[in-house]
């Protein structure tokens, strides 16, 4: 990015929100009876769509599913966290990587302590997931993306 397109561009973060929210528990009561050893399963997707001329909103779908030693679902915690972001100044790759990369590192946190807090809700001990590269997730997917393509 030059000089100019530096000085020129814009990331605003206009607001967050939760777009969509989901909290099973198929196996309870039965699942508080049990010893607590769950194998959590962690499921990331992130998107984003163009509202209009720079304004845009990503969305940050976070699925947690935690399943006991026999293989049965204990809970499945789910929350599709967004933001509305005005984003101009930027070249195509730029504002790619930063739809894809940075507004959802951004989400994130937001996402994490929504997910936890249902996972108390639920009478399930507290979940903190770990922080996540987002780059590193940008890249792969892009690398991934490239190879799919025919040459």
């Not at 984003?48 to 699925?63: D, G, Q, R, Y």
């Not at 809970?75 to 739809?99: K, N, P, S």
């Not at 507004?103 to 770990?130: H, N, Q, W």
Request: proline share 6%; aromatic share 8%; net charge negative.
């Amino acid at each position: 990015m030059s000089e100019q397109e530096s000085q020129g561009s814009q990331l605003v973060l206009q607001r967050i929100y939760i777009k969509d929210l989901s909290f099973e528990s198929p196996g309870s009561p039965d699942s508080f009876r049990s010893a607590w050893k769950p194998k959590i399963g962690l499921e990331l997707n992130s998107k984003h769509a163009n509202i209009e001329a720079s304004l845009w909103e990503v969305i940050l779908s976070v699925t947690v599913t935690a399943r006991n030693e026999e293989d049965q679902v204990m809970y499945l915690a789910e929350v599709h966290q967004c933001g509305i972001f005005h984003i101009e100044g930027l070249d195509d790759e730029t504002r790619e990587q930063t739809l894809g990369a940075f507004c959802p590192a951004v989400l994130f946190p937001y996402a994490r302590e929504t997910i936890d807090s249902l996972v108390v809700k639920g009478s399930f001990p507290p979940l903190m997931l770990a922080p996540v590269n987002f780059d590193a997730v940008y890249e792969q997917t892009k690398q991934a993306r490239a190879a799919e393509q025919p040459q």
